[in-house]
């Protein structure tokens, strides 16, 4: 692979630099396993994402896509290779982000609003500020008849949507999700999909987007980034996904451009996915 920085095809450049959110510069990362050789789970990566593009990171299970979400989070610390944010080096948590995971992070003893209230407290916002900026934002997810709902009282779907909001109240610039909506029934994901499209063209932050989901990979992305099989995963392929916007992520799948890109990249996928399979039954 050529381990210059990609320079998004949606991305501005300014004096010849690409204007980036995110730049992976030749990183790669590898795990300490008890009594074995290194892991090397990622090999010298680069990749760059402009300021308000919408990237999704598809690729066969275990090979690598957390892996660099948690990377550009700087929630692990790459074996080699560095990253950009915003052109600075990241040195530890990345406080430019938001970081949205399969799992809820929602606290069961607390309310919904309090669930998205706190994110602000915790930053140091006079909690009736932080209340009524909670409210608000349980209001543009949806659920303002909701607020006084327990975890326990609310869908899966519902959770999720919390979760949006105690992610978003805190205005990131980067929106990090890893497989966000991976438990959600298939058209619940695709309402899930719509309201993140909405309140992503409000103010445009850069996403990754890490899912299995081919399809809701292109519904939702300007463009899909193809990784290997592990170890020593790799990017192989990034593709432009030229949808008009706004788009509808349940309806731009009868389109027959969404077909056409789905095709081709999924072609490029399945060869993947095939090797993942015939190492883990080689094994
Ligand atoms: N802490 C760790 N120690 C050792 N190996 C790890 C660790 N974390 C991840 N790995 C390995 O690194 C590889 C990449 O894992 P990662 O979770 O990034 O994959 P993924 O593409 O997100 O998978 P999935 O789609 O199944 O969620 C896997 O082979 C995994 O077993």
Redesign the pocket.
Known sequence: MDLAVRRPPDGAAAGGLPVGAVALHEVSVA?A?RGAPA?K?VAPTSLAVAEGAFVAIV?P???????LLNAVAGLLQPAGGWVEIFGERLAGLNGRAGYLFQQDALMPWKTALDNVAIALEVAGTPRREAVAAARDWLGKVGLARFAERYPHQLSGGQRKRVGLAQVLIRRPRILLMD?PFGPLDAQTRQIMGNLLLGLWAEDRKAVLF?T?DLEEAIALSDRVVIMSA?PEARIIGDHVIDLPRPRDAAEVRLDPRFHALHRRIWDQLRAEVAKTYEEGAAR
């Open positions: 795990f396993i892991y789970a690729g299970t275990g090979c690598g896509k957390s892996t497989e890490v299995h592990g």
